[in-house]
């Protein structure tokens, strides 16, 4: 498949009517026309010129490949609209002079008239009368009739003014739309485009796609990391907001991981490219989120099977006014008017585009908040979330052991606790050693170590033997009733505990747990702010532990001692009653990720988080859930209302044909006024950036 830049493509109906010649041709069956993107994807196979043709009869057509690709696309898009400005500018000045000359001199006013409605919709008349003569009947065929109709009823001054009102609607609509484009293509414009390799001690500058893994490339203050990779030489603070959404730079040293896209902000870093730029993840999200303009909604799929054949409707309606009353006794040239008036109302484009501008908005809006939603039809079903289940690790948690609680019968404990551990990767002994550190303690070297599989470690400190365990590995007779007492009450409270003894008795006890996240608490108030009603967690650890994880955080309930196929019962179970989003890693809760409604994942840029989930939240915290959990229910809230205004005002026009007072100017304004509305509220996703949080 071949894909195209298009310029032109200014009108959503016609884009679909494209699409649909297009499919008719030879192996044209897969061609798509993305109006969101403005992009043609076509088969290898199909005939070009064909395909051209078909776009030139609606004003598109394809951008021909340049080297200054980008800039070439832009003027031509910029180009058009200052044109059609242009001569909407010139046809009111023809107006208004035919307006002051039509009372002395009529012919030269007409002569006005006319030049002014050909100056701002010869477009759509060419385009009109094209389809007129090939019996295809869309919004260019009816302005075109109804204008043809004015004109032959001598109605110069009102035929006019709608071709210059249909022109600023036109003008204004591809303005939305271009508005909504560029918020995306800015945030596409973060891949960077060359890196600086080194070669035999040489720098040499190659295209990205050049780029292979193993190169080693220079990364200077200012620039952009061509891909991910590993540090090697240098130490600098990044900035990846391109990957987290997050600005607050990052520490970055030998032996640490940068992503492609982010941005060096001082020194000199030297980096050991570990993926292929397509293969990035920087690449990866871009690709999903160009691919996530053009998912289709059930809303927006809906629209355009009504479309079809709204049109056709109004076309039957207006014939029944135009022939229907005369018949009754009604005047035929006041009853053709109104049917001229109705043949306007019937411009569907309102009403088309009154979810595509949102949609493009909202995957904008949070994918510069580094929430990557692979659709508009996820962006939508979260608006509709009213219950989020969360794994407990490392999302509410920070998915790593912390001594929270130090019981100390003897001095020596920490010290002995800490010579035992100090060699051990186990996460519990990092948490001790942790805390050790902290302390700033000396430590001995064993000069033994025995590890008892499953319950702990054995250990020789100058020539005395010590336990560091769970209570299974303390010898039974070194328990007294005390010890025993505030072994239970930390079982009790949650915490796994690690007991420190010698033959005789314990030194001490740690009381170790999964560390809550400070933001938690906050954040899942801020949720149901934000509309969710309940908030459940899930998790595989014992009852005391998730009790505590959820009373600390205040969730509305909680699950514990659940293996990964229970999770998926429980989130099917839920699913029942409500609409659920499922939190998790993306890793180990994959199978609870795809079975709920929603699946997000947290990864901060991880493969598995970014193939598994609908939604990821390319942080490593929760923070920008509740944002995007508004940004999408304020998404759902402006498409119903665009709907209920794009209608509204049409059905209001057509009401006013019962008493024979639709205009051909109200009209056309029910249709601009929608179009404009629909367009400027839509906006607002992007404009209240700065407002929401």
Partial sequence: MAEYKLQGLSCANCAREMEEEIQKLDHGQDAKVLYNSSKLIISDKIALEKVEKILSSDGASIVKEKDDHEGHD????????????????????????????EKSVEGIAIALYIAGAALSGYTTFIKGLKNLFKFKFNIDTLMTIALIGAFGIGE???????????????????????????????????????????????????????????????????????????VIDGKSSVNEAAITGESMPVDKSIGEHVYGGSINNEGVLKVSITKAYEDSSLAKILHLVEEAQETKTPTEQFINRF??????????????????PPLFGGDWGSWFYQGLAVLIVGCPCALIISSPIAIISGIARNARNGILVKGGVFLEQLGKTDTIAFDKTGTLTKGEPHVSKVLMYEKNFLQIAGSIEKSSSHPLAKAVMRKVEDESIPL???????????VGIKATINEEDFWLGNESSIPFQAFSDNVKADLNSLKNEGYTVVAVSNKSKVLGLLGIEDEIRTESKEIVKQLYKAGIKHTVMLTGDHEKTAEKVAKSTGLTNYFANLLPEMKVEKVKELTRSSKVAMVGDGINDAPALATADLGIAMGKGTDSAIETADIVLMQDHLGKLPSAIKI??????????????????????????????????IAILSDMGATILVTLISLTVLLEKRTLK
């Fill in 307 to 324: 479309a079809k054949y709204y049109t056709p409707l109004i076309m039957v309606i207006a014939i029944i006014v135009m022939i229907v």
């Fill in 632 to 665: 999408s229910k304020r998404v759902n809230a402006i498409i119903k209302l665009n709907i209920s205004l794009a209608l509204g005002l049409k059905i209001i026009a057509l009401l006013l044909t019962i008493p024979g007072l639709l205009t051909l100017w």
């Fill in 74 to 101: 832009h003027s031509h898009e910029h180009s058009h609209g200052k044109r059609l400005l242009l001569f909407i500018g010139f046809s009111v000045l023809l107006y208004v002079a035919a307006m002051l000359t």
């Fill in 156 to 230: 110069w001054k009102e035929g006019t003014l709608v071709a210059i009102l249909f022109g600023i609607n036109e003008y204004l609509e591809g303005l939305g739309m271009e508005k909504a484009r560029k918020s995306m293509e800015t945030l596409l414009k973060v891949a960077p485009k060359e890196a600086t390799v080194i070669v035999n001690g040489e720098e040499k500058v190659i295209p990205i796609a050049n780029l292979q893994v193993n190169d080693i490339v220079l990364v200077k203050s200012g620039e952009k990391i061509p891909s991910d990779g590993t």
């Fill in 444 to 454: 001995y070297e064993p000069s033994a170590i025995e590890t008892i599989t499953g």
